[in-house]
């Protein structure tokens, strides 16, 4: 016979506020198998925890009902309650009232009601819990980091300062990321490059980081403490290990009307290249769209010049497996593309630019070797319009609804660095508002206004209209004036709003990693677990989580580390007990479950079984190993006949609470 | 036809090759034929048949007689081997134990369409290429095969077969159909239309589980109907709307799996369209993963137990019913 508590939360009045809860407390008590049933403040609390395992010992509670908040919250808190009392921890079921109740249900009868169903349904489904036991996993001592900007570096070099051996996987031929496009940095105008680059130099030289550069994921199985994943090493035709980086194929190279992606296509490259001289590792790849000899089969002048013989056009893809106990996801971002922003003539004039082309076109390395100039005819620009917010905070469907967060600051960067460099041009800046939290931004901000004489104005462009004569009539509003104003311009600059990484997504698909609607990962909580994604085992670091700057980057980035040294140490995991099993005498033995499996926790066993008639026949039937089951139920849902069945969740339970909530 | 596959039957039988055949028997009408296991050249020779009523799918059947400790030849005709595919697939059935024989097939003639054009006391039926000579006591009647035929057969999807171990006639082709066309129709309908129109057919539903008895998807060692303890059992029996359940949940039971032969329809003698709900499927798991017949392949990957990255997101699939 069942004895269960239930123990109703006020939770101050986070749900008292909304939820009648001795009304709910009431009626639960009269719900079959319930033998105490009773409220509290705060049940959380020691007092609260107390008060359960008090009602535990005096009435023999063989299973209790907490409602109250998320599961997510205090699910493991009552656990430990019950379990201090002598309860099995998964004899406990929270029904959630709080996040799924009191603070979406403004009218209290309403809410009443709903919390006493969801608290019938927990009580229908801890009638047919039964006591289970956790087991241990062991934890795989390696990391790996997807995505080598200065988030994927710092994280790596964090974790193999702990100690352990890190994976960083880069999709282009080097690591860097975005900021190895940058020019200088806010607000201390020190050149990324210098700052960026000894630590590229410290991921090739520490021993426990292995740059997979030019490679991606390809594959993501097993779960926290034992990932399997596949990485894809693409082709680049060029032996790594033999190549010196020494760059004579590059200069012999026929192709030389490749575009440069690294300088965003603002100039020209060969089709076999190194992005740039610090690149990292310093090892040359074929562009294989432009390769003749990939395409034609003629040419081959590099595999001519290379004094190392590193060269070779038949390399295909390579696929590399590894196991990792924690795996980070650095993803970055990219400036969204600008075809919907017409009015602003960017695919209509070359001197329309976005800013990170800015930081190329003002860079040493950029096409101009640091010499500003127009790109349509290589002038000295002397006036220069920047449009802030173009696609940030921009509720239609073409930008982002978000704030990109970068773009004032670097707006302020870039108008200071040219009004110190060329005096005699003059800078504009359109913004909706500026924005510049953070240590010493204000006054950077207001050094670009006050001491080089950068002109401010409040309000939107509406329209840049290229001129016969090469100029750009840029039509505006200044809100605060009240005045329409016309600028002719030589330059135009767009400060684009900044979107995650199109790979995100898939990745996300594979780690099964949740994402919010702008395709930034979430994290499994937004203020106190800002670096952990809601799957056990994924981290997030940088831009991948949400907009950011160099430095927060970079703080993530040590914190995500932190968190991942954090799991590394422990000797073994806690596995969960709320694995599958399948009922032989009904399995069919199609392989459907194996085929769900995420996990890859199902094998098949040919059995014998006694038929009716005394004879004996052989089947093959479905077997879950428990160690590599997660409890994800894909397996119960996916069986036919009704075999598979979850500990914990059982469809026996979960009818019974489907028919709790339709009583 | 029946003549080449008679004796090639009874060919394997003598060189102990297979020890049975799997194969259509006439019974007393021309037109009532039914699976059956032949294990001797005699019996054969009274019994076997392969005509225009051969409607049967013998892959069920086949899984239904298989024995492990020895070999038995199944003649398939194109649907069927879709549906035998599906089975190896699934492991149902043991291939090492089966010889399969392909054999063509123009299109199976539906007596209902006969008797519903006022055919009584019909004694024997004759088809002969594009003629269907109908011999009753009352007089003879000619119909053009097509007006005769199956509508699983007027929507063929395929002349092609899927596994074999030797051809009888040649390989045909997977072909063009309009199968989708009713299913394109109940999508036109508002949802309470839609409502009406399949409780106005399942309501005839009798349970008298011809339907399950007779799709090769349906091959569970136990059915969630026959087990008390799946908590549906009882589900599919709590009031009036119990045929409806009982459709539904076997239409999403074998969703990914059904080939569309057909033979839910076909035997259904309260002639309900069952394969519709199913065709429903096919054409959303179409529409959502991308063009996909079960039983094309041996090992094939379903979509709906398989996992791709152009998946589409759970937001795109529409919303629909009442």
């Known amino acids: ?148 900007g200065i988030a994927g570096i710092q994280t790596a070099l964090d974790i193999a300062d702990a100690g352990y051996e890190v994976d960083l996987v880069e ?43 030019y490679s991606e994921v390809e594959s993501v199985k097993g779960f926290v403490g034992n990932f399997n994943v596949t990485i894809k090493k693409k082709a680049r035709f060029v032996d790594e290990t033999k190549c010196t980086g020494c760059g004579i194929c590059t200069e012999k190279c026929p192709m030389k009307k490749t575009p440069n992606l690294f300088n965003l296509g603002l100039d020209n490259r060969s089709a076999i290249y190194i992005p740039f001289a610090q690149a990292i590792p310093k090892i040359a790849t074929i562009d294989a769209d432009y390769c003749n000899m ?34 980070v996801v650095a993803t970055g971002f990219n400036p969204i593309k600008l075809d919907n922003y017409s009015e602003f003539a960017y695919n209509e004039s070359p001197d329309v630019v976005t800013s990170l082309e800015l930081e190329r076109l003002m860079n040493a390395a950029g096409p101009n070797g640091g010499t500003l100039l127009r790109p349509s005819d290589k002038t000295h620009p002397h006036t220069i319009v920047f449009v802030q917010c173009v696609g940030s905070r921009d509720t239609t469907d073409c930008g982002k609804p978000y704030c990109s967060k970068i773009c004032c600051m670097y707006t302020a960067k870039h108008a200071m660095l040219i009004r110190d460099k060329y005096p005699d041009t003059e800078v504009y800046v359109f913004y909706m508002d500026v924005r510049t939290p953070g240590k ?39 809100l605060l004036t009240d005045e329409q104003l016309k600028i002719e311009a030589d330059m135009v600059v767009l ?100 085929r769900v499996c995420p996990y890859g926790a199902i094998s098949y066993v040919d059995k014998e079984f006694r038929m009716p008639d005394r004879t004996t026949k052989v089947r093959r039937v479905a077997s879950v190993n428990p160690a590599v089951c997660q409890g994800c139920g894909a397996c ?6 009704g075999a598979m069945d979850l500990s914990g969740f059982s469809n026996k339970q979960i009818m019974a609470e489907v028919d709790a909530i339709c009583r | 036809m029946q003549e080449v596959m008679k004796k ?58 298989q024995k492990n400790d020895t070999k038995t030849l199944v003649f398939l005709k194109p649907c069927d081997t879709y549906s035998m595919t599906q089975m190896v697939t699934e492991h149902r059935v043991n291939r090492d134990a089966l010889y399969i024989i392909g054999i063509p097939c123009f299109g199976k003639i539906d007596i209902e369409k006969i008797k519903a054009d006022g055919m009584t006391g019909i004694l024997s039926v004759t088809s002969e290429g594009a003629d ?96 008390p303890e799946s908590g549906i059992a009882q589900k599919a029996a709590a009031d009036s709307f119990e045929e409806n359940m009982f459709h539904i949940i076997r239409a999403f039971h074998v969703a990914g799996r059904c080939t569309d032969c057909g033979e839910c329809s076909r035997v259904c003698p309260q002639h309900i369209p069952l394969h519709l709900l199913n065709r429903k499927f096919i054409s959303d798991i179409n529409g959502y993963y991308g063009e996909y017949q079960a039983g094309e392949e041996v090992g094939q990957r379903a979509p709906l137990v398989n996992f791709t990255k152009e998946d589409v997101e759970p937001d795109v699939v529409a919303k629909g019913g009442k």
């Open chain 1, 440 to 478: 010493n931004f204000d006054e950077f901000y207001r050094r670009a206004v006050e001491d080089y004489g950068v002109h401010y104005i409040k309000g939107m462009v509406g329209k840049v209209m290229p001129q016969p004569d090469g100029k750009l009539l840029v039509r505006g509003s200044d």
């Open chain 1, 636 to 641: 119960t849902v996916a069986c036919p006949s």
């Open chain 1, 294 to 327: 990939l395409k034609n089969g003629k040419c081959g002048v590099c595999s001519k010049v290379c004094a190392a013989g590193a060269i070779d056009y038949k390399q295909q893809d390579q696929y590399i497996e590894q196991q990792y106990g924690a795996i």
């Open chain 2, 8 to 65: 090639r039957a009874k060919e394997l039988l003598a060189s102990g090759e297979v020890t049975r055949v799997i194969g259509w028997k006439k019974n007393e009408f021309d037109y009532d034929i039914t699976p059956a296991v032949f294990e001797t050249a005699e019996a054969i020779d009274r019994d076997f048949v392969y005509d225009d009523f051969c409607g049967p799918n013998l892959s069920k059947f086949t899984f239904q007689h």
């Open chain 1, 495 to 594: 400060a684009a709003a900044i979107e995650p990484d199109k790979t995100a997504r898939p990745l996300a698909t594979m780690l099964t990693a949740s994402m919010d609607t702008n395709d930034f990962f979430t994290e499994a909580h937004p203020k106190l677990r800002p670096v952990e994604s809601p799957t056990a085992g994924i981290f997030l670091s940088g831009v991948c989580q949400g907009p950011k700057d160099i430095p927060e980057t970079v703080a993530q980035a040590s914190a995500a580390a932190a968190k991942v040294i954090g799991l590394l140490a422990k000797p073994a995991l806690k596995s969960n007990p709320c694995t599958a099993h399948s009922d032989e005498n009904l399995c069919n033995g199609c392989s459907s479950c194996e």
């Open chain 1, 171 to 213: 999709k282009e031929p080097t690591i860097g990321g975005k900021m190895a496009q940058i020019d200088k940095t806010f607000p201390t105008l020190d050149c990324a490059a210098c700052i960026l680059t000894p630590k590229m130099v410290d991921c090739a030289q520490n021993e426990k980081i292995h740059i997979y550069a």
């Open chain 1, 1 to 148: 016979m069942q004895k269960i508590g239930v123990f109703v939360c006020h939770c101050g009045t986070n749900i008292a506020g909304t939820v009648d809860v001795k009304a709910v407390a009431e009626a639960l008590g009269k719900e079959p198998g319930v033998v105490f049933s009773t409220e509290y403040q705060y049940m959380c609390s020691e007092a609260g925890q107390n008060l359960i395992k008090d009602a535990i010992k005096n009435y023999g509670l063989t299973g209790i009902v907490v409602c109250s908040c998320s599961p997510r919250m205090h699910e493991a808190t009552f656990r430990k309650t019950a379990a201090a009392a002598g309860l099995n921890s998964y004899m406990v079921e929270i029904a959630n009232i709080r996040e799924q109740c009191s603070w979406i249900h403004k009218d209290v009868k309403v809410a009443t009601e709903k919390a006493i169903v969801l608290g019938r349904t927990a009580i229908a489904k801890v009638a047919l819990n039964t006591p289970l036991t956790a087991s241990e996993t062991p934890v795989v001592k390696r990391a790996l980091v997807i995505g080598g």
């Open chain 2, 132 to 227: 269907v000579k109908v011999h009753t006591l009352y007089g003879d009647k000619t119909y053009v095969k097509i007006d005769v035929m199956a509508e699983r057969c007027l929507a063929c999807k395929s002349k092609y077969h899927t596994i074999y171990d030797e051809l009888i006639g040649e390989e045909g082709e997977v072909m063009e159909t309009d199968r989708f066309d009713q299913v394109k129709e109940l999508e036109a309908m508002t949802p309470d239309q839609r409502f009406e129109f399949w409780r106005g057919e399942l309501s005839r539903c009798i349970r008298c589980n011809a339907c399950r008895n007779a799709c090769p998807a349906c091959t569970c060692e136990s059915c969630v109907f026959d087990n």
